[in-house]
């Protein structure tokens, strides 16, 4: 079939790859290939059970099946000559003496929402795991969980979706039923993120994080640190590069982060490892997440056209999931199959 995707964030991505290695023929709109979206600001973490601590077990199934399906994308990538970090090494997740009730809490949410977990957490001490974290004494390590280098995923997926599809840098101004700016397609993907909040009734929870390189840390897993008010993440990723990253708030301002913001963020993370004192800033970034009221993402089926959308802060985590639900709907896969009997 001939199918248009609408935005190239990481949810288009995804889905015009898939739609590539279905032999369909694809085109890609998208607006600006500056790395400005919020998928290229994203910490690039799976991470289904540390998020169950706001998030619910709906989408913490739909992650667990992103998951088992990232493996693949990412081979295949690889295969292509694309390589992209991807890391399944768990989170250990910590909490400074004085807040060692935010860990026991966060047990509690894990043992209310899911019941039996004991096969994908451990109760360890991490400085077994990490022997650098000698502030910490007790951690959870959700064994389960993964990270991916959310910049190198993207252009990856990119020049594939370039060298074997089209990537048009195009704004579009009208999404309809097989329809992307009055040209016909045999189906549309609507992947725009909040630009469709007409459309899908979002609004913008603004996220803020920094990239340091700090050659004095040497930690390998993703580390989340609980605190009554402020809770805070490190990603380690390749040759000692780290995301450090907190803050949420419910704006769909886009301008640079604020002071504040920063402060706080480098003192949580110095709090963490002395070792991030020393650290170069390599950027500081800013995004807004497209969410629905609920928090939950849709994916919206319709004859021709398929929006998804309201991938909140769970874009990653959600995006293969989400593909496969929607490459596998009644309506798409009935046109599909439509399209063969005519040729
Ligand atoms: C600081 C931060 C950290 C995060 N960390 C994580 C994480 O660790 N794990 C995780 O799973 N998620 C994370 N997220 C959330 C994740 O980034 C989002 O859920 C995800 O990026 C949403 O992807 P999307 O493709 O739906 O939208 P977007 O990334 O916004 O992509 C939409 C694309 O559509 C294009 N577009 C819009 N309108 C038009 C138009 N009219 N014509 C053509 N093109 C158009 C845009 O230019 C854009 O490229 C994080 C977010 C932030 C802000």
């Known amino acids: 079939m001939n199918i248009a995707v609408v935005g190239a964030g990481i949810c288009g991505s995804v889905m015009a790859y898939e739609c590539i290695q279905l032999g369909h023929n694809v085109t890609v709109f998208e607006q600006d290939m500056s790395k400005q979206s919020c998928s290229f600001t994203a910490a690039g973490m799976l991470a289904p059970m540390a998020e169950l601590e706001s998030a619910n077990t709906h989408v913490y199934e739909l992650g667990l099946r992103s998951l088992a399906l990232w493996p693949n994308i990412i081979s295949h990538l690889t295969k292509q000559n694309h390589a992209v970090f991807y890391r399944d090494s768990g989170t250990l997740v910590l909490a400074h003496k004085q807040d060692a009730n935010s860990l026991s809490q966060f047990h509690d949410v894990l043992q209310r929402k899911l019941g039996n977990f004991n096969e994908s957490v451990s109760v360890v001490d991490p400085r077994i795991i990490e022997p650098e974290l000698i502030n910490f004494h007790s951690a959870l390590h959700l064994k389960q969980e993964a990270q991916v280098d959310s910049h190198q995923v993207l252009n990856a997926l990119h020049n594939v979706i370039g060298n074997q599809g089209e990537l048009r840098l195009s704004r579009v101004d009208s999404v309809a039923c097989h329809h992307v700016n009055g040209e016909y397609f045999d189906w549309v993907f609507d992947c725009r993120g909040l630009a469709a909040k007409q459309e899908v ?80 800033i390599v950027s500081l970034n800013t995004g807004v997440r497209p969410t629905r009221l609920d928090h939950q993402p849709v994916v919206d089926v319709k004859g021709g056209l398929t929006r998804i959308n309201g991938l909140y802060r769970h874009g990653y985590l959600l995006t293969p999931a989400l593909v496969e639900q929607a490459l596998t709907a009644e309506l798409f896969t009935k046109a599909c199959g439509q399209q063969l009997v005519t040729h």
């Open 201 to 280: 009734n979002l609004y913008g929870v603004r996220g803020e994080r920094i990239l340091l390189h700090a050659p004095e840390v040497n930690i390998q897993h993703m580390i989340r640190v609980m605190h009554p008010k402020y809770k805070l993440y490190v990603v380690p990723r390749e040759d000692y590069h780290f995301i450090i990253g907190a803050t949420e708030i419910e704006s769909a301002d886009d301008g640079p982060m604020s002071v504040r913001s920063a402060l706080e963020l480098l003192s949580a993370a110095y709090s963490v490892h002395k070792g991030f004192a020393e650290a170069r």
